[in-house]
């Protein structure tokens, strides 16, 4: 039963923000009941059994995402009657509050919400009619509580009510949806100390029902895990980025909206949302981006808004490419930045189409907490951070790789070419690929391309534009840069970039991040090392 303290402390909000949860929910559900329908229209010219079958199994499935909608859609409802019924009864009891306040020798007890009227003592004056009527008011005001109680505790029963005609039993969907055996627990998944082939042998051993269940209780977690196949990741990090992506833009708005009445706190708050908002709207622009023959579907591999964000997007999907390539950027790349990161990447695979027929894919890794500026940059303990991170990661593209192994790449840019000599170091600490490449390097952390770990056969490649500021860079910082001879890398061919002044040596930060320049020659090498070939 709700008591006084219950109505008081109650956030009608609260139920608001539920309300607007179930509704996004029962419009993705409706959204992918008519993908389905799509997608069934597409099969028209199959024949036979196993056609008849799959359709009508996929015709249940469609059905059964309605139903569920249907019933999800009277869920909002019944919370938002409930959360006006809450702050109704509660501007009934703060105008009874401010009565007793301004009226003498009244109280209100905090657990029970009934009004009193104080006895007086020695020394007042009032008559006994006068105390009768403070005794009249108390009751008055202690019944205008106790109605604005009633009010509530109806409204809490109805909205009970229809909450149970919700149920998926009442939708005739319970044993559909936690069928015995098929719900993972979180003792069920593997842990941190699992490898990225231990994952993909669980998850292939778990019934379709049970991955079911992983992706929609556990997403956050599974959408993480290096050794998911690709298309689980992506669809397991969706719902969760969805939901947050809505969060965070109707806080801004509500932000937004106070104009010059936001705190300092708050004003922070809304340029940090910002920020964040930039970069989630980046990676749902890809995600939202209809495939075309010459453009294909987006993957989220993994997402984060703590700290500076993160962000790892496929564009292609690397189980099924014959190239894949894993760009990663370097100091001050973060979630607010990725859309540049993704566009370099979209440059990068555009130059493998070019020279390949095959199938290619390009992820761009913002996988790190990178360093905010230059200052940071000469500390390697952000590249030892990320080391075990970008190897777990390079391991997951090879255990989930479908038929012959693809052509893997990584292409380190400034810091990321630290990041990625880290991953390279270290004792059982091989990185798994096929083609290294450092470009704008200020070192990587060895004295020598033979010292990283990596298969024997890989390639190693460097290239700094004759006028890159990171030329600049001392060997006691990150040691000598991998374009030097006495390195061990193989050097291809950059454009000089723009030049900077006198001053700086004509060095510049312009010919540093112009590599993906179109029709540049650095750009036209990093293509064709993705898809196999030597560069010139």
């Given at each position: 039963m709700v008591t006084f303290r219950n109505l008081r402390d109650a956030d009608p909000g609260a139920y608001d923000d539920i309300a607007d949860r179930w509704s996004r929910l029962a419009g993705e559900l409706t959204a992918t009941a008519s993908d389905i329908k799509t997608t069934l229209g597409k099969l028209d010219g199959w024949r036979g059994d196993a056609a008849e079958a799959a359709r009508t199994h996929f015709e249940d499935v469609r059905s059964e995402y309605n139903t569920a909608a249907e019933y999800i859609e009277k869920i909002p409802p019944a919370l938002r009657d409930l959360s006006?019924?809450?702050?109704?009864?509660?501007?009934?009891?703060?105008?009874?509050?401010?009565?007793?306040?301004?009226?003498?020798l009244l109280s209100v007890d905090p657990d029970t919400g009934q009004v009193r009227a104080g006895a007086g003592g020695p020394g007042d004056m009032r008559t006994e009619e006068e105390k009768e009527a403070n005794r009249q008011t108390a009751r008055d005001l202690t019944e205008?509580?106790?109605?604005?109680?009633?009010?509530?505790?109806?409204?809490?029963?109805?909205?009970?009510?229809?909450?149970?005609?919700?149920?998926?039993?009442?939708?005739?969907?319970?044993?559909?949806?936690?069928?015995?055996?098929?719900?993972?627990?979180?003792?069920?998944?593997?842990?941190?100390?699992?490898?990225?082939?231990?994952?993909?042998?669980?998850?292939?051993?778990?019934?379709?029902?049970?991955?079911?269940?992983?992706?929609?209780?556990?997403?956050?977690?599974?959408?993480?895990?290096?050794?998911?196949?690709?298309?689980?990741?992506?669809?397991?990090?969706?719902?969760?980025?969805?939901?947050?992506?809505?969060?965070?833009?109707?806080?801004?708005?509500?932000?937004?909206?106070?104009?010059?009445?936001?705190?300092?706190?708050?004003?922070?708050?809304?340029?940090?949302?910002?920020e964040t908002l930039r970069g989630m709207n980046a990676i749902d622009e890809r995600l939202e981006r209809e495939p075309t023959d010459t453009v294909p579907q987006s993957y989220l591999l993994d997402y984060s808004t703590e700290g500076n964000g993160r962000g790892i997007v496929a564009t292609g999907n690397p189980d099924t490419a014959d190239n894949v390539v894993t760009s990663v950027p370097g100091t001050g790349s973060d979630l607010a930045k990725i859309g540049g990161e993704l566009d370099r990447g979209d440059l990068i695979l555009s130059q493998a189409d070019r020279l390949s027929r095959g199938d290619n894919a390009a992820i761009t890794w913002v996988g790190y907490d990178a360093p905010g500026d230059v200052g940071q940059a000469t500390n390697a303990h952000y590249a030892e951070d990320a080391a075990a991170d970008l190897r777990g990661f390079q391991d997951g593209l090879r255990a989930t790789h479908e038929g012959e192994a693809s052509n893997n790449t990584v292409i380190g840019h400034s810091y990321g070419s630290t990041v990625i000599g880290h991953s390279a170091q270290g004792e059982n600490a091989q990185l798994d690929v096929d083609n290294v490449v450092f470009i704008g390097s200020p070192g990587v952390g060895v004295d020598h391309a033979s010292e990283l770990q990596v298969p024997e056969d890989t390639n190693i490649y460097a290239s700094t534009a004759e006028n890159d500021i990171i030329r600049g860079t001392p060997t006691f910082i990150h040691g000598p840069q991998p374009i030097g001879e006495d390195f061990g890398a193989t050097p291809f061919t950059s454009d000089a970039g723009t030049e900077g002044d006198w001053y700086t040596g004509g060095y510049s930060t312009d010919a540093h991040s112009e590599y993906w320049n179109k029709d540049s020659s650095s750009l036209r090498n990093m293509g064709r090392i993705v898809v196999g070939n030597e560069p010139s």
């Open positions: 006006d019924a809450i702050t109704e009864a509660q501007t009934t009891v703060s105008g009874v509050l401010e009565t007793v306040d301004s009226t003498y205008t509580i106790q109605g604005a109680l009633e009010d509530v505790r109806e409204a809490d029963q109805a909205a009970s009510s229809a909450l149970g005609e919700t149920l998926p039993s009442a939708a005739g969907l319970e044993l559909e949806a936690v069928g015995e055996g098929n719900i993972i627990t979180p003792s069920d998944i593997p842990g941190d100390g699992a490898s990225a082939q231990d994952v993909k042998q669980w998850w292939d051993s778990l019934t379709p029902m049970q991955q079911e269940s992983a992706i929609y209780t556990h997403g956050d977690v599974i959408g993480g895990m290096d050794g998911i196949p690709v298309e689980d990741r992506d669809r397991a990090n969706r719902i969760g980025f969805a939901e947050e992506h809505a969060e965070l833009n109707s806080r801004h708005a509500e932000l937004e909206e106070l104009g010059d009445a936001r705190t300092s706190d708050q004003n922070r708050e809304y340029e940090r949302l910002g």
